[in-house]
């Protein structure tokens, strides 16, 4: 049972403009939210993450939204670079509820591919 | 700097043959992971530890150990490489189980 879902294996999108990367995930009990990006022969790096307490946590050029409700979340890159290029994660944790002693559940990824 | 460390990066044996992969990190973090990632699958975690002496399996956890003895290194063993682990390893760290975690730049592992 895939607890965080990514259902676009890849996105293009024209440099300059807006990219978004959606992540829905069906636990209730995550209540931290993160994205990694990573590039090929390179490990994941972290990004930028957000509690459940906030809606929306911004840094620099990108942006990410939480929706408890609906149980999504979406990484805005704006405007979008080439070396934004890469394959993005999702991930979730049980972080402030005290429980997941497995961590991380990641999704299976988003390749972003920046067209000059 | 702040790093995780895993060797070798590149790795081709045979099945059967035992091989270790050594991973390291020096943020002096409590919790360590093993992932690996296949075409489609994401990243998968194979075991993780939650402090000196303390391990568990992740979801993956068939033909590997690990083991916890200092806290610093986490190392992966496979006592009886087979072809279906034939992947790209990742070690990660990080200073809680629930935090961003910090990954090595990971291992290529062909088993022929």
């Known amino acids: 049972d895939q607890q965080v879902k990514q259902n676009s294996p890849s996105l293009s999108v024209q440099e300059g403009r807006i990219s978004i990367l959606n992540c829905d995930y069906t636990?209730?009990?995550?209540?931290?939210f993160l994205w990694y990006k990573k590039y090929p022969a390179e490990g994941p790096t972290f990004l930028i993450s957000?509690?459940?307490?906030?809606d929306k946590n911004e840094d620099g050029r990108f942006t990410v939204f939480l929706n408890k409700s609906a149980k999504h979340l979406s990484l805005h890159i704006v405007p979008s670079q080439p070396g934004d290029s890469a394959v993005y994660f999702c991930a979730a944790s049980e972080m402030y509820s005290g429980g997941g002693a497995d961590g991380l559940t990641f999704g299976k990824g988003t390749h972003l591919i920046i067209q000059p | 700097e702040a790093q995780v460390t895993q060797n070798p990066r590149y790795l081709i044996t045979v099945t059967g043959k035992k091989l270790t992969v050594t991973c390291s990190q020096n943020?002096?973090?409590?919790?360590m992971s093993w992932y690996r990632q296949d075409p489609g699958l994401g990243l998968r975690q194979i075991y993780y530890?939650?402090?000196?002496?303390?391990?568990d399996k992740g979801d993956v956890p068939e033909g590997y150990k690990v083991s916890r003895k200092e806290k610093r290194n986490f190392p992966l063993i496979l006592e009886s490489p087979s072809p279906n682990q034939t992947s790209l390893y990742f070690c990660?760290?990080?200073?809680?189980?629930?935090?961003?975690?910090?990954f090595g730049a990971g291992t290529r592992l062909s088993v022929l």
């Open positions: 990660a760290s990080s200073s809680s189980r629930g935090a961003e975690q910090y």
């Open positions: 957000i509690s459940s307490i906030k």
């Open positions: 530890s939650m402090n000196v002496e303390v391990t």
């Open positions: 943020m002096n973090h409590e919790y």
């Open positions: 636990n209730s009990m995550f209540d931290y």
